[in-house]
């Protein structure tokens, strides 16, 4: 399996603020995925991180409130921003491993916005 | 547009009994994959399911994919408390690269 590290674990914020979230993985991988997870919900996929260029961004998702980086094949940050009480939830990343059909997740962050 | 059902979204079951978990899903997919979810922690990963017929069995656990029906199973057997957490399952929607589609979870509560 990858190994993901993703960082903070977690967090509480106050509303107006951003947070950053790093997500870094041991070896090199094809794809990584943010997704957030409303409390008590399922997950939804925010956007599809590419390497070197803007991320593709889901549908009710906006680069202005969730930029995204990725500069190289290992690293990428999500940054969650001008913060409200609606987005408190747990962010994940997720990556998809070169020549793998295996999806992993980080083990998440749980934002609390007061 | 891929949409994932999954039910039942909740099951409390009795230690030593049988059930199973569907996953249906809308359109043409290659991959399922099956998820463990404890309280407060990330996404475990189960199963993969690659191809129709596909069946995959870990301890109490036993996943299979029906392509043609477009349905997936994880069956529990003989149940024991661990099992207890929310189980998911997740389609790769073909038409935009790897991206996943969740169900809505399964919340299974094992009484011992």
């Known amino acids: 399996s990858a190994v993901i590290s993703q960082k903070p674990s977690r967090d509480i914020c106050q509303r107006g603020t951003s947070l950053t979230i790093q997500c870094q993985v041991d070896?090199?991988?094809?794809?990584m995925f943010w997704y957030r997870q409303q409390p008590g919900q399922s997950l939804t996929l925010i956007a599809t991180?590419?390497?070197?260029?803007?991320?593709?961004?889901e549908s009710g998702f906006v680069i202005d409130k969730f930029p995204i980086s990725r500069p190289n094949l290992t690293f990428s940050t999500l940054t969650v921003s001008n913060m409200s009480p609606e987005d408190s939830s747990i962010y994940l990343c997720?990556?998809?491993?070169?020549?793998?059909?295996?999806?992993?997740f980080g083990q998440g962050t749980r934002l609390t916005v007061v | 547009e891929l949409k994932v059902e999954q039910n039942p979204l909740f099951l409390s079951m009795q230690e030593g009994k049988n059930y199973t978990i569907y996953c249906n899903y809308s359109?043409?997919?290659?991959?399922l994959y099956w998820y463990r979810q404890d309280p407060g922690k990330s996404l475990e990963s189960l199963f993969v399911?690659?191809?129709?017929?596909a069946v995959k069995q870990e301890g109490r656990l036993m996943a299979s994919l029906d392509t043609k029906a477009r349905l997936s199973t994880l069956h529990i057997t003989a149940a024991v408390h661990d099992l207890s957490a929310t189980y998911f399952c997740?389609?790769?929607?073909?038409?935009?690269?790897?991206?996943?589609?969740f169900g809505a979870g399964t919340i299974l509560r094992v009484k011992s």
């Open positions: 997720s990556v998809i491993r070169r020549l793998s059909t295996e999806a992993f």
């Open positions: 070896s090199q991988v094809t794809m």
């Open positions: 991180a590419n390497q070197g260029s803007e991320a593709t961004y």
């Open positions: 359109t043409t997919s290659d991959r």
């Open positions: 399911l690659l191809s129709n017929g």
């Open positions: 997740a389609v790769v929607e073909l038409e935009y690269g790897n991206k996943l589609v």
